[in-house]
Each structure stands twice: as C-alpha cells, then as structure tokens.
C-alpha cells in the first residue's frame, strides 16, 4: 500500500480516500513515506528565514475561541515604536518583517498603507503581513473592494500576505472556534485575489482544537486545490493548537506529539510537489519535535522569530528567538543541510 501511495502522492492523485485511510495506518511506515518524498521532492537541505515578528496590538475586536493574545497585555504601538523594532532585527541580518495584531475598527486601507510606505522609506526588507481577516475588515472599513484594497497594500509595500486565519477551512468548524472570521469561501477568494495580484502567500492549518481527521484532511485538500489553480503558495505551516489563556483551551487538550508528526506526514503526502516545503515550527512544537517532524516529511524550520507574543501567550515554553548557528545546529543534528533563504525561499548566500 505505501509504495502505491508514494507514487500517487508524486503523481498528484492522492484522493481523499487515500488520507483517510492513511490516519490508522502504520505510523513509522507513514513517516518513512512522508520522508521519502520529502527527500525526492526537495532534497535534504533544511531551509529558515532570518526573521522578526513584530505584534502591532493586541486590541482585537474578532474574539476568536482560541486566542491568548487579545488584550493579554493591552498595547498599541506606536509607528516610532514598530520602525525601532525593525530596526533592532536589520541591524542582526533579518530579511523579513512579519507583522502581526489584532483587528480594530480604524485598522483600515488607509491605516495599513501609511505604516507599509512608511516602513519600506526606512528599511529595504521583505515585508510579510495582514491574513484575509484583515485584509476583509481592512476593506470594509474603507468601503473598498478586496481588489482594490490588495492592490493598495502591494503599492504600498506589502511583499507577501500571510496565510493565517484560515485555522481549518471548514464552516461548521469555524462556527465555533472563530464565527466573526471570514468564511472558508471568503477565506478562499481573498488568497486567490492575492495571488492572481502578484502577492504570494503562505497557506497554514491550525490542527488539535475541536476538528477531525476529516476536516484536517479536506482543510489540506482545498489548499492543494488553490495551489493547483493559482500557484501563489510559498508553503504550508501547519499549527498546533495551545490551549493555555483561551477558552477553547477548556474544551480540548491539543494534538498529541503523535499527532503533530502525523499531520506533517500527510501534508507531505497530500501536497506531494504542489506545496513543496513544509515547514515545522519550532516555536508552536518545541526544538526537538521540530527536528523529528523534519524527519516526517518538513523540510522548513521556519524563522529565527526574534519576538512571538501570540505563542507565548497561549502558553508555549519554547523560547522566543534562535540565533543562525543555533539553527544551524539543530539542522545539522539530524544529518541535514542548513540552508538560508528569504520569503519565498530563494537562497541568501
């Protein structure tokens, strides 16, 4: 059975049925798959991005079920305040901003736009932000089409958009975990917008609150579908639910460790070479699950993540920030090949 699904996955014809039954397989021969492909499909170096995550607000009106960070602390920077912290990761190499908060009612395309521009006249850095979510309410707010509301981001320097808020694309789901979010269909349309802008996107799946198997499965199958249409996904980051400081945290206990290597391994599986790089992420999994979920189909170990308030919040121990040779160490410590790259994965010598 594995050999014929480690060609299917090759072949793109992984079908649902296929996944499914892939959930109560064998686990070490599910990994040892995921990993093969892994392998073939992109080779044995392990790629992570210089990077700073800047936490604008933690004011948010959307209310989400799983969310530690809304008013956790209760802050608004300032834009001195955000070009200083910028300015901190430049000065150590970082090639990418990412920019993350809440949403807020005067968060609109004007908002977003004067900070963009003003980032991109002090810096020349590659700036990742705003999930449909936002970019939705931005719209709203300014009563602008999607469009039009992309567009202006991208003029205003906006490199690439984040694929969060997508937490599992199913509606039934999201009725419970986050009603005031987009819908999967919105959710959908928005990222497709982007892509067929020029705007490159991730794509992400927030795994271990209330969902199935099922409904991880189909969340996976509807980003293949929109990389096969669009092309415009960098990766997929898969995330694991922390439950500490939220009330969904009452309801569940999270994934298992098993669990988070399952779910790399089938997303290895199910995107096969349509969403090439996976990426593990250190800060939601610890240093070294990260390292075994990279020996289960991952080839990304994500950012060297100099500040991440919403993981913490939610109770994650793992520490906030990996230097370049602390990256390198771990990389080299499973017999792999550390490799730098930028946001969309080209190579920074």
Same mark, same amino acid.
């Given at each position: 059975?594995?050999?014929?699904?480690?060609?299917?996955?090759?072949?793109?014809?992984?079908?649902?049925?296929?996944?499914?039954?892939?959930?109560?397989?064998?686990?070490?021969?599910?990994?040892?798959?995921?990993?093969?492909?892994?392998?073939?499909?992109?080779?044995?170096?392990?790629?992570?991005?210089?990077?700073?995550?800047?936490?604008?607000?933690?004011?948010?009106?959307?209310?989400?079920?799983?969310?530690?960070?809304?008013?956790?602390?209760?802050?608004?920077?300032?834009?001195?305040?955000?070009?200083?912290?910028? *300015?901190?990761?430049? $000065?150590?190499?970082?090639?990418?901003?990412?920019?993350?908060?809440?949403?807020?009612?005067?968060?609109?395309?004007?908002?977003?736009?004067?900070?963009?521009?003003?980032? %991109?006249?002090?810096?020349?850095?590659?700036?990742?932000?705003?999930?449909?979510?936002?970019?939705?309410?931005?719209?709203?707010?300014?009563?602008?089409?999607?469009?039009?509301?992309?567009? #202006?981001?991208?003029?205003?320097?906006?490199?690439?958009?984040?694929?969060?808020?997508?937490?599992?694309?199913?509606?039934?789901?999201?009725?419970?975990?986050?009603?005031? %979010?987009?819908?999967?269909?919105? =959710?959908?349309?928005?990222?497709?917008?982007?892509?067929?802008? *020029?705007?490159?996107?991730?794509?992400?799946?927030?795994? *271990?609150?209330?969902?199935? =198997?099922? $409904?991880?499965?189909? !969340?996976?199958?509807?980003?293949? $579908?929109?990389?096969?249409?669009?092309?415009?996904?960098?990766?997929?980051?898969?995330?694991?639910?922390?439950?500490?400081?939220?009330?969904?945290?009452?309801?569940?206990?999270?994934?298992?460790?098993?669990?988070?290597?399952?779910?790399?391994?089938?997303?290895?599986?199910?995107?096969?070479?349509?969403?090439?790089?996976?990426?593990?992420? =250190?800060? %939601?999994?610890?240093? %070294?699950?990260?390292?075994?979920?990279?020996?289960?189909?991952?080839?990304?170990?994500?950012?060297?993540?100099?500040?991440?308030?919403?993981?913490?919040?939610?109770?994650?121990? !793992?520490?906030?920030?990996?230097?370049?040779?602390?990256? !390198?160490?771990?990389?080299?410590?499973?017999?792999?090949?550390?490799?730098?790259?930028?946001?969309?994965?080209?190579?920074? #010598?």
């Amino acid at each position: 059975m594995m050999e014929t699904i480690y060609q299917a996955s090759l072949d793109g014809e992984i079908t649902r049925e296929d996944a499914l039954k892939l959930v109560n397989a064998n686990h070490f021969q599910l990994f040892d798959v995921a990993n093969r492909l892994r392998q073939e499909i992109v080779g044995d170096e392990v790629t992570f991005v210089a990077n700073c995550n800047t936490f604008i607000t933690d004011h948010c009106m959307i209310g989400c079920a799983f969310c530690s960070f809304r008013d956790n602390i209760g802050y608004e920077m300032t834009t001195e305040e955000i070009l200083q912290n910028i *300015g901190e990761a430049v $000065d150590v190499g970082a090639s990418e901003i990412c920019l993350f908060g809440g949403v807020m009612p005067h968060m609109d395309v004007e908002f977003y736009c004067d900070l963009f521009s003003t980032i %991109k006249e002090h810096y020349t850095i590659d700036l990742h932000t705003l999930s449909p979510v936002e970019v939705y309410q931005a719209a709203e707010a300014s009563n602008m089409t999607i469009t039009e509301t992309l567009s #202006s981001f991208k003029d205003a320097g906006l490199d690439t958009l984040t694929g969060a808020s997508a937490e599992i694309l199913v509606d039934s789901v999201r009725e419970k975990i986050c009603p005031n %979010k987009v819908s999967t269909q919105e =959710w959908v349309d928005i990222i497709k917008q982007a892509h067929q802008l *020029g705007i490159p996107t991730t794509s992400t799946i927030m795994y *271990g609150s209330i969902e199935t =198997w099922e $409904d991880r499965i189909d !969340h996976l199958l509807i980003l293949r $579908d929109i990389q096969r249409e669009t092309g415009g996904f960098t990766e997929l980051v898969p995330m694991t639910f922390l439950g500490e400081n939220n009330l969904m945290g009452q309801q569940s206990s999270g994934a298992s460790g098993l669990d988070d290597l399952k779910l790399h391994a089938l997303a290895r599986i199910i995107l096969g070479k349509d969403i090439p790089n996976i990426q593990a992420s =250190w800060i %939601k999994i610890g240093t %070294k699950m990260a390292q075994m979920a990279l020996c289960c189909g991952a080839n990304d170990l994500g950012g060297t993540m100099m500040e991440d308030k919403i993981s913490i919040a939610a109770g994650s121990s !793992h520490g906030e920030y990996l230097t370049r040779d602390q990256m !390198h160490t771990l990389i080299k410590g499973i017999g792999r090949i550390p490799v730098e790259r930028n946001t969309l994965y080209e190579r920074v #010598s």
